[in-house]
Every structure is written in structure tokens, then in C-alpha cells.
């Protein structure tokens, strides 16, 4: 599925310009800059689909792009910028939890985790709020290229640990860097089985 042409074809401000939801999704969550369109690039191997730093101060929105008719990646907006204004960080973390917990055909939110940094205070009120609405989520660790690989199975143990009773949460944890491009492959694989055949 990943060899298919990547098309953006939807961005939305506000949930009732979702569009309507009729292919499986899979959405791409994480605090700004833990890696997020550099995985979606590495993933889709369409450099360039996906603009890479979201700046602060941009306008965010939720954007939907299609693989054929067959899945669609979403990249929603990248949490907990450290200047942006509060009343706007509120208005996108409230965009991604209404996502999160209201979409129909969600099969997969991929929550992206800095292998080095590990899980933040926003990561785990979206992981609180995946578990009350059933979403299943997986955690995906980034920039594994940076930390000793031992650290990075460390991070990944004691993520598991972690989320040992979360019923939502889907194992295994992921890991990747998008970067030598180590695990982008498994986590594509991973990911092609939710698409429609
Ligand atoms: P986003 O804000 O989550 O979309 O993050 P970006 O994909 O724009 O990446 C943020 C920063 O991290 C950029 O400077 C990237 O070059 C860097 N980055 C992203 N992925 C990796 C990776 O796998 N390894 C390393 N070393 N750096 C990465």
C-alpha cells in the first residue's frame, strides 16, 4: 500500500471540515519536533508530500493525505510548542483530542515518543484520553539513531512497562529513525495490514 501515490486531499481547522470518513485512517500524534513528517516522508518514501517543521505561529490543521483508495495517513498538529500563544496551543490540543476520541475509521493513532526525552505530560493526557474513547494507539519511538541502542531498548521496556494495563495501547513499541531509516520498514509493514485491500 505504501507504494501508491501519496495525495494530500483534505486539511481541516475545525472538525466539522473533517472529511467524511470513508477509508481506514491511521494518524500521526507527538509533541513539535519529535519527528513527525520526517517519519511520514521516511514511511511514504514521497519526499516533500509532507512538509517537514511546522513553525510556530502557522496556522495548524489536521491534514489528510491518501494512499489510492486504499488507506489515509493523517498528520495531525504537533503539540506543546513551547511559545506559541495559549489560547491557540489550546485550540489545536483540543482539535487533536476531538479527533482522537470521535473519529469513525480510525484504525491507528501512531504515537510518536523522542527515544532520547521519552513520554511528556501531553503524551499521557492523549494516551488517558485514547484509553476512555477505545483508540487503539501505538507508541513509536524516534530518533533511535541518537541513543546508544541499548537505551533505546531500555526506553522501550520501560514504555511497555508502563502501559501494561492500558487496554488501548497495541504492542509492540515501535522504533525507529527516520533518519538511517532502521525500523521504518517493520512499522511500514505493521501499518499495511490495517489498509483496505
Ligand atoms: P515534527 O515537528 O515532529 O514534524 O519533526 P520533524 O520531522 O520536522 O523533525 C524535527 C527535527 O528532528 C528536524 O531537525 C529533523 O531533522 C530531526 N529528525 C527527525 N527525525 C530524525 C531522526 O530519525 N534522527 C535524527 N537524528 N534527527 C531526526
Request: glycine content about 6%.
Amino acid at each position: 500500500v505504501f507504494r501508491n501515490k501519496l495525495e494530500f486531499f483534505a486539511a481541516a481547522k475545525i472538525s466539522s471540515s473533517f472529511p467524511p470518513p470513508t477509508i481506514p485512517e491511521i494518524a500521526f500524534a507527538g509533541i513539535s519536533n519529535v519527528g513527525k513528517s520526517s517519519l511520514l516522508n521516511a514511511l511514504t518514501r514521497q519526499w516533500g508530500v509532507v512538509r517537514t517543521s511546522d513553525k510556530p505561529g502557522h496556522t495548524q490543521t489536521i491534514n489528510f493525505f491518501k494512499l489510492a483508495s486504499k488507506l489515509c495517513l493523517v498528520d495531525l498538529p504537533g503539540y506543546g510548542f513551547a511559545y506559541a500563544k495559549d489560547e491557540v496551543k489550546e485550540a489545536w490540543e483540543e482539535l487533536v483530542k476531538e479527533y482522537v476520541s470521535t473519529r469513525v475509521g480510525l484504525q491507528r493513532v501512531c504515537l510518536l515518543i523522542d527515544t532520547k526525552w521519552g513520554m511528556k505530560p501531553r503524551d499521557r493526557e492523549l494516551i488517558d484520553l485514547m484509553e476512555k474513547s477505545q483508540t487503539p494507539y501505538q507508541i513509536v519511538l524516534t530518533k533511535t539513531d541518537i541513543v546508544f541502542p541499548i537505551d533505546v531498548a531500555r526506553r522501550a521496556m520501560q514504555i511497555q512497562e508502563d502501559l501494561k494495563k492500558n487496554k488501548s495501547a497495541v504492542n509492540p513499541v515501535m522504533m525507529v529513525s527516520s533518519k538511517s531509516g532502521a525500523g521504518v520498514r517493520s512499522l511500514r509493514t505493521v501499518l499495511a495490514t490495517l489498509a483496505r485491500f
